[in-house]
Structures are given as C-alpha cells and as structure tokens.
C-alpha cells in the first residue's frame, strides 16, 4: 500500500442509494464492534477513502474464502471518523514483492456507498461506485449471511440458551 499516490485522493461523486437490506447492515456493524478484532486500516487506504490521513483504529471481522480472497468488515473506532470498509482483497506474492490485489468500498451503517477503491500490484485507485456495485452488493450478502450463521435466532432477544461464547467459537477467521 506504500504505492499509493496522493494524487488519488478525490472528491467522491455522489452517493448512491442504500440497498434494500441496510437493517441487516447496521447489525452487522454492531456484531463487528463486539467481537471484532482490534486493527487498524493503513494511512494510505484511510486518506484514499476520506477517513483522515493516520492509521485509523477499526474493529475488524475477516474470512477467508476458498479462493484465497479475504472478504473484511471494518468499522471505525475512532469517534471523529466513523465508517465501514468492505473489502474483498487476495494477497499475491510474487517474487520479492507482497502486495494485494481487489476492491474496497466505504459505506455507512445506512447501506449508502460512499466510495469505492480498486486495489492492484501498483497501488490504489478511485473507481465508479457503478462500476463494483454488484460486487459490493455480493459482499454485503456476504457478511450478512455471516451473521446469521454466527447469530441462529432471529428474534430481537438473544437465546438464553446460547452464549456469546458459543456464538464466537461457530465463526470461521483468518
């Protein structure tokens, strides 16, 4: 991520419209910030998005597919910048060099897609939100079927029959 110009940073183009399961989202989100792991999202990647230019502090839930694809939800910790990253990036090594090659995109907890970022060997760029949105719409998808499998009922209350213990210890991560 040391590649990344400046020169990417850029007005985002307007937002687009929130998908019809934003709800599920914002569970999401609070499921993250439970149990999520403490990490932090590069200076480059968070000035690209529009989210400062230090590392910002997330709380991260990550899972790793078959194809070697590491499909992450980030949310933000700290309390002057708040969003959500989605990313779906495969990490590559080829020869003396490790870099990561996929997209990310900056939501919030409403669903609305604020930016999206197409990761590659030289670096980041700013692309359309049209141009990954069923990708974005597929990692969404994702995350929420996650959720539902780590969360079995779907009642408003928890089980009492099912710890957050428990909970965790179904959830597959990198």
Do not use: C
Not at 40 to 50: H, N, R, V, Y
């Amino acid at each position: 991520m040391a590649l990344i110009p400046v020169a990417l940073l850029a007005q985002s183009p307007a937002p687009t419209p929130p998908y019809s399961g934003q709800a599920d989202l914002s569970k999401v989100e609070e499921w993250v910030l439970s149990q999520g792991t403490a990490e932090s999202i590069a200076p480059e990647l968070a000035a690209i998005l529009g989210l400062g230019s230090d590392r910002l502090p997330v709380k991260v839930k990550s899972f790793r597919t078959s194809d070697g694809v590491s499909h992450t939800f980030a949310v933000s910790t700290n309390s002057s910048q708040k969003g959500i990253v989605l990313s779906a990036l495969k990490t590559i090594v080829d020869k003396m060099q490790i870099y990561s090659v996929g997209t990310a995109w900056l939501t919030d907890r409403s669903g609305i897609l604020h930016e999206t970022i197409r990761v590659d060997a030289s670096g980041a760029s700013v692309v359309s939100n049209t141009s990954r949105a069923a990708e974005f719409n597929n990692i969404k998808a994702f995350f929420i079927k996650r959720l539902k499998a780590a969360s079995p009922t779907t009642s408003s209350s928890p089980s009492p029959r099912m710890s957050a213990t428990a909970a965790r210890g179904k959830e597959e991560t990198k």
